[in-house]
């Protein structure tokens, strides 16, 4: 198998994130952390997890409609095993979302009862929703608060940044700018970002990182991959062979014959980006993925 590359990526300060992350965490009960479902572990930031974890938190798996469904009912399990109640929820579409506020209730259900005890009857919960980067924060937020007007306003030490919506009768969510990855201690980390397109395309080696992607695929999903490009045999092949391959069944070819693997490579991506694949997890429970303090 090919190495993987060495992808850094620094689209911001973290140091100010941070900060921020820990001055907000006193304003609200909970936290809720999204996280891409067919990438669960790669997709958290494990300063993030170091941030909030005296906080009581629910994970939002997005983009559920994209993973492999019985390896996503595997990690709801691993994660409700270590008392923290997973979701499985499509941004997009919307899959999954009216479960959110029910099961933030369920979690802060012994606060609540404390709260009702002090005559404090109906008072907001208030969330913070975290995330790296393009992992569906917004998506989320606004597919929340699009019935309800957003509360927009300055509270005492948020900063401006910070954004309040209201989502639902005495809910309310904190915006919170994408907390930056350090660098990526573990080659395979930066890779799989790469892959779903957490990492801009721009900074990286396509046709590297589209011939990486077919590897792992010819290991995990091999059936998936021979339906979707009619290929045969590809047990043994090296990605730039089968993205070869790939370009010349899908008639990808340029002047004199040869084989546009440039041009393959960002088609391999974009379907594999789009499902049209399959639905793909490439992270299972398990794995020695880096899972210690999750």
Same mark, same amino acid.
């Given at each position: 198998?090919?190495?993987a590359?060495s992808?850094?990526?620094?689209p911001?300060h973290?140091t ?5 992350i /820990?001055?907000s965490?006193?304003?609200? +009960? ?7 479902a067919?990438?669960p572990?790669?997709? !958290?930031?494990p ?7 005296n906080?009581?938190?629910?994970i939002?798996?997005n983009?559920? +409609?994209?993973? +492999? ?12 095993s270590?008392?923290i109640?997973?979701?499985p ?10 479960g959110?506020?029910p ?5 802060l ?11 404090m009857? *109906? ?7 975290v995330?790296?980067?393009n ?5 989320l937020i ?19 940044s ?12 904190l915006?919170?700018? *994408?907390?930056?990855w350090?660098?990526? +201690? ?26 990486r992607?077919?590897?792992?695929? !010819?290991? !995990? ?10 290929? /045969?045999?590809? /047990? ?9 391959m790939?370009?010349k ?34 992270e299972?429970?398990? /794995? ?7």
């Amino acid at each position: 198998m090919s190495e993987a590359q060495s992808i850094q990526w620094f689209p911001g300060h973290m140091t100010k994130t941070k900060r921020q992350i /820990e001055k907000s965490l006193r304003l609200v +009960d909970a936290a809720a952390e999204i996280i891409d479902a067919r990438i669960p572990v790669s997709s !958290r930031n494990p300063i993030l997890n170091n941030l909030i974890q005296n906080k009581p938190r629910v994970i939002l798996m997005n983009k559920c +409609d994209m993973a +492999d469904p019985v390896q996503t009912a595997r990690w709801v399990e691993f994660y409700r095993s270590r008392g923290i109640p997973a979701l499985p929820i499509d941004c997009k579409t919307g899959k999954n979302l009216n479960g959110f506020i029910p099961l933030v209730r369920n979690v802060l259900s012994e606060q609540i009862a404390r709260w009702e005890s002090k005559g404090m009857v *109906g008072r907001p919960i208030r969330v913070m929703v975290v995330g790296i980067p393009n992992v569906g924060k917004s998506s989320l937020i606004n597919r929340l608060s699009k019935n309800s007007k957003a509360n927009v306003e300055d509270r005492p030490g948020v900063t401006r940044s910070n954004q309040w919506f209201t989502i639902g009768k005495g809910f309310e969510l904190l915006d919170t700018p *994408g907390v930056l990855w350090p660098k990526f +201690d573990d080659k395979n980390v930066g890779e799989r970002l790469a892959f779903t397109g957490a990492v801009k395309d721009e900074v990286v080696d396509t046709e590297g990182l589209a011939a990486r992607l077919l590897e792992v695929l !010819r290991d !995990r999903y091999p059936a998936a991959l021979r339906q979707r490009y009619k290929l /045969e045999e590809i /047990e043994g092949l090296k990605g730039y062979e089968l993205l070869e391959m790939i370009g010349k069944k899908r008639g990808m070819l340029i002047s004199g014959g040869e084989i546009d693997t440039e041009r393959a490579s960002i088609m391999v991506l974009d379907e594999f980006r789009g499902a049209k694949i399959g639905r793909i997890t490439l992270e299972q429970v398990g /794995e020695s993925n880096g899972l210690a303090g999750l």
